[in-house]
């Protein structure tokens, strides 16, 4: 019996191994398996990627009043509409161009040149062109929604969804071609796997920026020295958008593998994975540890900005860190979100959900600590990584926040912020049925 079910297994596996085109050993991979498998890797990654944007919304809803709820929600749709058109239009070109190792290509618009997979030209490692341009889109819609969340309440529609455009189009993709493009830091050894400083670090210094520059909320910093206190519309919507973050970033980080198509890759594929949940549950267990510390109490809103810190510290280097490093360097993020929110509040920077310490703090810290398990990045480099995008995007988005508050200008009025931007702005109201008529 024994020697039968060994013979129908042998003969199962042989069939099942000839059906999928692979060798027993899986010595070598047939290029169009390859193919097949990074491009879907591209695909379904993007979309939980995508998927983020709507974590990112349901945060940002229930960390508002609920008087500018419905703002929220548009904002959202139309930042991520914003950044797939400005993406295709400029973006792509400029951070994957490779004409010039400042700022990628010039050339508009985009079109998927398949042509040689289609005419049987397949290479190994290769994928559909559409496929990585899909995934290349979401992470540039991330980089936008973090600088909404920061500018909540205060900040009129069109103004901040003309800096989107800019932000999408240009400036994001400018400084995401120095490496990811193979631009200047990428000649220099710079190392960012998936975007702790090229996109979290990005956009929280534009949303930095937009802060200072726009001022705080109305009653947030009293003349007694006390901090007004806004509770968020929904608690629970913001756990539910911090879910859906966490579940977005196994494609985030997963994703920026940019291959599928060996045992190789999967293997590398599935470690990411464990890294990134255990950078984010070790950041929550941080933030809570700290903030009973500190505040003699646990508060969920920093236990969810402790998971978005340990997920944003991994983001630099989620494959090389073995799992208790991946504990330690998640655990680091969520103790640096705890510390850094009264600092924001001594300087009278006004951050609604939190996007400056989560995002541009733990980017930092996530992009420093890739030396410590990665032989190959220096922390020289990656200071000067952090550096120079740093330098630039504040730059460039000061500039811009400047010329909006200048000409349009960036603010809704005292009256329209009390009474919330829903009905000044537009002219409805997320919940109706709670409102006194």
């Not at 297994?9 to 990074?38: C, K, Q, R, W």
């Not at 991330?142 to 205060?154: F, H, K, M, P, Y």
């Not at 903030?291 to 991994?314: C, E, F, P, R």
Request: charged share 10%; hydrophobic share 55%; aromatic share 10%.
């Amino acid at each position: 019996m024994k020697t039968i079910t060994k013979k129908i297994t042998a003969l199962g596996t042989a069939t099942l191994i000839s059906m999928l085109s692979i060798s027993p050993a899986l010595a070598a991979v047939d290029p169009e398996v390859d193919y097949v498998f990074n491009s879907l890797l591209f695909l379904v990654g993007g979309m939980v990627v995508m998927f983020m944007a709507a974590g990112f919304c349901m945060l940002e809803v229930g960390m508002v009043r609920s008087k500018n709820a419905a703002t929220i929600c548009l904002k959202n749709i139309s930042l991520y509409s914003i950044a797939g058109i400005m993406f295709y239009l400029v973006g792509y070109h400029l951070m994957y161009g490779q004409a010039n190792a400042y700022w990628g290509g010039l050339d508009l618009f985009w079109g998927a040149d398949d042509a040689g997979a289609l005419a049987g030209d397949i290479e190994a490692g290769g994928y559909a062109a559409g496929s990585d341009w899909f995934f290349q889109m979401v992470f540039c819609a991330t980089a936008a929604s973090i600088v909404s969340g920061t500018l909540a309440e205060r900040i009129k529609l069109w103004p901040f969804l003309l800096f989107t455009a800019i932000l999408t189009g240009i400036i994001y993709p400018i400084q995401g071609s120095w490496e990811w493009g193979g631009g200047w830091l990428d000649q220099l050894g710079f190392s960012d796997f998936a975007g702790s400083t090229l996109v979290h670090s990005a956009g929280g210094w534009a949303a930095l920026t937009g802060a200072l520059i726009l001022g705080a909320r109305k009653g947030k910093f009293l003349p007694n020295g006390q901090i007004g206190v806004f509770p968020g519309s929904s608690l629970p919507l913001a756990t539910l958008g911090v879910f859906i973050l966490w579940l977005g970033w196994f494609g985030f980080n997963g994703g920026s593998q940019l291959a599928l198509g060996s045992a190789t890759n999967a293997i590398a594929v599935s470690n990411i994975f464990i890294n990134t949940n255990l950078a984010a549950a070790a950041g929550v267990m941080a933030a809570m540890a700290t903030s009973q510390a500190v505040y003699k109490k646990v508060d969920l809103t920093m236990a969810l900005n402790g998971a978005i810190g340990g997920l944003v510290a991994i983001t630099a280097e989620p494959l090389t860190p073995t799992p208790g490093m991946a504990l330690l360097i998640g655990a680091v993020g969520g103790v640096l979100v705890v510390v850094t929110v009264p600092l924001l509040d001594r300087l009278k920077i006004d951050d609604v959900v939190g996007a400056i310490p989560a995002h541009l703090v733990c980017g930092i810290w996530g992009t420093l600590a890739v030396p410590l398990t990665n032989a190959e990045a220096s922390f020289s480099t990656q200071i000067l990584g952090i550096v120079a995008v740093g330098v630039f995007v504040s730059a460039s988005s000061t500039g811009l926040w400047l010329l909006l508050k200048n000409t349009i200008g960036i603010r809704a009025s005292e009256e329209e912020e009390l009474l919330g931007l829903d009905r000044t702005e537009l002219g409805l109201e997320a919940y109706p049925e709670f409102v006194a008529r």
